[in-house]
T-cell receptor
Framework: DAKTTQPNSMESNEEEPVHLPCNHS???????IHWYRQLPSQGPEYVIH???SNVNNRMASLAIAEDRKSSTLILHRATLRDAAVYYC????????????????FGQGTRLTINP | DSGVTQTPKHLITATGQRVTLRCSPR?????VYWYQQSLDQGLQFLIQ???????AKGNILERFSAQQFPDLHSELNLSSLELGDSALYFC??????????????????FGPGTRLTVT
């Protein structure tokens, strides 16, 4: 699996936007970019995924660079409940279709939200 | 609530013992995954089952085994436990197994985990 690089930690204030970066310079054409987060004392939860175009859902937005070598997860108005470790994960759709669908977690970014 | 349930929530046992962790996937999900989370190794994939059959293996020790039953629940068996096996064990489930184009449908939904402490 291609690797991703994320900052170890970030800090933001409540009700402000948060931009969480992820670098994936060796991304292949069949890699989807997935984001998961893990709230304290909970299992990871799916946030969003995309391939080339920017994506929005009720939790967040995903902005993907034109060359796909980086992406940014955007939380539009952070709340205290968004404090978590955020993981950026590449998933090869060819491998997914073949049935091997493990998630490979890196260290992620620990996001702290200040009240 | 992800819809994935895991029991027990906490487990304390001694070295050399054997334990069984149980997972019930979301209704309709055919794939089950097991992950281990320890302080030094982070979140690591152990094994995947699809509709009762083993689909992929990760860093799973030979002392560990798993199975998925006809009702799709899964059990992870850990034997000859060592202090280093102390960790959080998560189960996840997903709908798709293979053949679906695009990146949709492969999201995994995680349970709350079982915290295993080996003393």
């Amino acid at each position: 699996d291609a690797k991703t690089t994320q900052p170890n930690s970030m800090e933001s204030n409540e009700e402000e936007p948060v931009h969480l970066p992820c670098n994936h310079s060796t991304i292949s054409g069949t890699d989807y970019i997935h984001w998961y987060r893990q709230l304290p004392s909970q299992g990871p939860e799916y946030v969003i995924h995309g391939l080339t175009s920017n994506v929005n859902n009720r939790m967040a937005s995903l902005a993907i660079a034109e060359d796909r070598k980086s992406s940014t997860l955007i939380l539009h108005r952070a709340t205290l409940r968004d404090a978590a470790v955020y993981y950026c994960i590449l998933r090869d759709v060819v491998v997914l279709i073949q049935g091997a669908q493990k998630l490979v977690f890196g260290q992620g970014t620990r996001l702290t939200i200040n009240p | 609530d992800s819809g994935v349930t895991q029991t027990p929530k906490h487990l304390i046992t001694a070295t050399g013992q054997r334990v069984t962790l149980r997972c019930s996937p979301r209704s309709g999900d055919l794939s089950v995954y097991w992950y281990q989370q320890s302080l030094d190794q982070g979140l690591q994939f152990l094994i995947q089952y699809y509709n009762g059959e083993e689909r992929a293996k990760g860093n799973i020790l030979e002392r560990f085994s798993a199975q998925q039953f006809p009702d799709l629940h899964s059990e992870l068996n850990l034997s000859s436990l060592e202090l280093g096996d102390s960790a959080l064990y998560f189960c996840a489930s997903s709908t798709q197994s293979h053949g679906t184009s695009g990146g949709n449908g492969y999201e995994q939904y995680f349970g709350p985990g079982t915290r295993l402490t080996v003393t």
